[in-house]
């Protein structure tokens, strides 16, 4: 168990200083569009370090230009949205600080918001309107911290006003990781006092996991207020959930 442990944190480091090579040494060179490739291609290759398998729910279709809002759960929550299609993302300040994952995630256009400064959130909307104005594909977590697997905090419905000025659909994605027999993984949550790096070894010493994407129904923006928008994105995702309201 433990050789087993030991090789497969040792292929995450490699693949985390290829990331970290490539942030360096390509992004600055390439266009969008290849950019986002790369993206969608190293977190692909990231959740099959951790043994974690992606599987699309049968739904909607991932709208190439919209606000996605999903349930927060786990560091992973990022990568599994990006294997799919990559977004740029907002996310709490603390993320900066995770080890070599939290450079990597801001190089890839992560913006992040410290908690209680309006300064910051006014600064941050204006640059996520701008973004949507230029038809690409912004996301981010309204729960604003993340939960324990099968529930579903409210929603902050702030950032939520920059669908409507931008006249872009809300498109909310239900997350979920389950194990072999379709239950809440044990591993996944990442709550407390719960470190990053404790995440990381609960994770490689689990059993695999099964990473759940629900692309739900997109919600209209126009003529919403943004607490219309937040309650209906996430009754959306409760109700994927099996949660309700």
């Not at 603390?94 to 006014?122: H, Y």
Request: net charge positive; hydrophobic share 50%; glycine share 8%.
């Amino acid at each position: 168990m433990k050789i087993r442990l030991a090789w497969r944190l040792a292929r995450l480091v490699l693949h985390l200083v290829q990331g970290l090579a490539t942030c360096a040494l390509v992004f600055p060179w390439v266009g969008d569009a290849l950019r986002e490739r790369l993206i969608q291609r190293w977190s692909a290759r990231l959740l099959g370090i951790c043994r974690v398998r992606l599987e699309r729910v049968p739904g909607e279709d991932s709208l190439a230009h919209a606000l996605i809002v999903a349930n927060h759960i786990s560091w992973l929550d990022i990568f599994v949205i990006n294997a799919v299609h990559p977004c740029r993302f907002v996310a709490k300040a603390e993320i900066r600080a995770w080890p070599v994952v939290g450079w990597l995630v801001a190089q890839a256009g992560t913006v992040f918001i410290a908690r209680g400064n309006r300064r910051d959130l006014r600064h941050i909307f204006k640059g996520l309107v701008e973004a949507l104005g230029q038809r690409r594909r912004v996301a981010f977590f309204p729960e604003g911290t993340t939960a324990s697997q099968g529930t579903v905090l409210p929603f902050h419905a702030n950032l939520f006003e920059a669908a409507i000025d931008a006249a872009v659909p809300v498109q909310p994605v239900a997350l979920a990781y389950v194990d072999a027999f379709g239950a809440w993984h044990p591993a996944v949550d990442y709550t407390g006092e719960t470190t990053f790096v404790d995440s990381i070894v609960r994770i490689m010493k689990g059993e695999p996991i099964v990473a759940r994407l629900a692309c739900l129904a997109p919600i209209p923006a126009a003529g919403a207020h943004r607490r219309e928008l937040a309650q209906a994105a996430h009754d959306a995702i409760a109700g994927a959930l099996g949660q309700g309201r």
